[in-house]
């Protein structure tokens, strides 16, 4: 497939110019550990710490120069030797025949051993684009991007994305600035209304009143605990595990001398006052009570939280514990 074979050739080229802008931009210490070349893409791993915003963009930019300032391409073949004493870049993992190797030079950007199909000149490889960089492991660094018909393809897309987000921002002409100061708007806007949700929720947790409390012991040690079964909160389980936790640490404060159990509906906390029980740890305290009571939780010391398999809605379903 000639499309295909032109694709693969534009991102190995690709490939040698990002390699090349790596180690101007980072450092000669940059080490190839990898790569991968598709018609669509590539991938390239390297030994390097994180690259900031401005090193990608400096990355991008010496690519796309190299591209678009229409660089011939040769092959040449000589002795290991004489390719190290050019400067020519080898990956060390590889194993080379001393007396004759195949490099790929670019003059005055890149010079590789390398066997592979490339372009007879960089123009093709514009534009090229970085669409990720990430950590892959410790000390190794990955970037996936796109250069050719590929890389255009893929700018045009997000350029479509662009559009569909400016028409569901409201946002006239797509404008960039506009979007953000939009998008910065609505995540204002957001924020301020969980911060009310959250004083809402905090009031809701201290005014619940129980519609039964069951008073029993749990653990080895038989430390009194107080069960508060709450009426059922239509707002979800999200919401219940947040006004049990408050709850729980409401009647911790004004009644430190009891382990308080909180239930609404499957949400369950613990919470413990330590000062006033010593040793008793409310995380121990919901493992007990999971035992008794299907379920998964955990926490610390002082509150711990779970989610039971079954709904409690009455005093009935906790009085055996």
Same mark, same amino acid.
């Given at each position: 497939?000639?499309?295909?074979?032109?694709? %693969?050739?534009?991102?190995?080229?690709?490939?040698?110019?990002?390699?090349?802008?790596?180690?101007? !931009?980072?450092?000669?210490?940059? /080490?190839?550990?990898?790569?991968?070349?598709?018609?669509?893409?590539?991938?390239?791993?390297?030994?390097?710490?994180?690259?900031?915003?401005?090193?990608?963009?400096?990355?991008?930019?010496?690519?796309?120069?190299?591209?678009?300032?229409?660089?011939?391409?040769?092959?040449?073949?000589?002795?290991?030797?004489?390719?190290?004493?050019?400067?020519?870049? @080898?990956?060390?993992?590889?194993? *080379?025949?001393? $007396?004759?190797?195949? /490099?790929?030079?670019?003059?005055?950007?890149?010079?590789?051993? %390398?066997?592979?199909?490339?372009?007879?000149?960089?123009?093709?490889? *514009?534009?090229?684009?970085?669409?990720?960089?990430?950590?892959?492991? $410790?000390?190794?660094?990955?970037?996936? #991007?796109? #250069?050719?018909?590929?890389?255009?393809?893929?700018?045009?897309?997000?350029?479509? *994305?662009?559009? +569909?987000?400016?028409?569901?921002?409201?946002?006239?002409?797509?404008?960039?600035? +506009?979007?953000?100061?939009?998008?910065?708007?609505?995540?204002?806007?957001?924020? $301020?209304?969980?911060?009310?949700?959250? !004083?809402?929720? =905090?009031?809701?947790?201290?005014?619940?009143?129980?519609?039964?409390?069951?008073?029993?012991?749990?653990?080895?040690?038989?430390?009194?605990?107080?069960?508060?079964?709450?009426?059922?909160?239509?707002?979800?389980?999200?919401?219940?595990?947040?006004?049990? $936790?408050?709850?729980? =640490?409401?009647?911790?404060?004004?009644?430190?001398?009891?382990?308080?159990?909180?239930?609404?509906?499957?949400?369950?906390?613990?919470?413990?006052?330590?000062?006033?029980?010593?040793?008793?740890?409310? +995380?121990?305290?919901?493992? %007990?009570?999971?035992?008794?009571?299907?379920?998964?939780?955990?926490?610390? +010391?002082?509150?711990?939280?779970?989610?039971?398999?079954? @709904?409690?809605?009455?005093?009935?379903?906790?009085?055996?514990?």
């Amino acid at each position: 497939d000639g499309a295909k074979r032109l694709g %693969c050739a534009v991102h190995h080229t690709a490939t040698h110019l990002l390699n090349a802008a790596l180690r101007k !931009t980072v450092g000669s210490a940059v /080490v190839q550990a990898g790569s991968l070349v598709q018609a669509g893409g590539l991938r390239f791993d390297f030994s390097s710490r994180a690259l900031t915003a401005e090193q990608l963009r400096t990355v991008e930019a010496l690519v796309n120069r190299a591209a678009l300032d229409n660089i011939e391409i040769s092959t040449l073949c000589m002795s290991l030797d004489e390719a190290r004493e050019r400067g020519a870049v @080898a990956m060390f993992t590889e194993k *080379y025949d001393a $007396a004759s190797v195949r /490099v790929v030079d670019m003059p005055g950007v890149s010079m590789e051993l %390398c066997g592979g199909t490339h372009l007879r000149s960089t123009r093709a490889v *514009y534009p090229f684009h970085i669409k990720a960089e990430g950590s892959i492991g $410790a000390g190794t660094r990955r970037i996936e #991007a796109v #250069a050719g018909v590929a890389g255009a393809a893929w700018l045009q897309q997000q350029l479509e *994305y662009g559009r +569909a987000t400016a028409q569901t921002l409201g946002v006239a002409g797509g404008k960039l600035s +506009a979007m953000n100061a939009k998008a910065q708007m609505l995540m204002d806007k957001n924020k $301020a209304l969980r911060d009310e949700a959250d !004083t809402w929720m =905090c009031a809701a947790s201290i005014n619940a009143e129980a519609i039964a409390t069951h008073t029993t012991a749990l653990g080895a040690s038989g430390v009194p605990a107080t069960i508060h079964v709450l009426g059922e909160f239509v707002a979800g389980e999200s919401s219940s595990a947040r006004v049990v $936790a408050g709850r729980a =640490c409401h009647l911790r404060d004004i009644q430190p001398a009891s382990v308080h159990v909180v239930i609404q509906g499957r949400a369950v906390a613990v919470a413990v006052n330590a000062e006033r029980l010593p040793g008793v740890v409310a +995380a121990e305290m919901l493992a %007990c009570l999971l035992k008794k009571i299907p379920g998964k939780g955990g926490g610390q +010391a002082a509150l711990a939280q779970g989610m039971l398999k079954t @709904a409690v809605a009455e005093l009935a379903q906790v009085v055996h514990l």
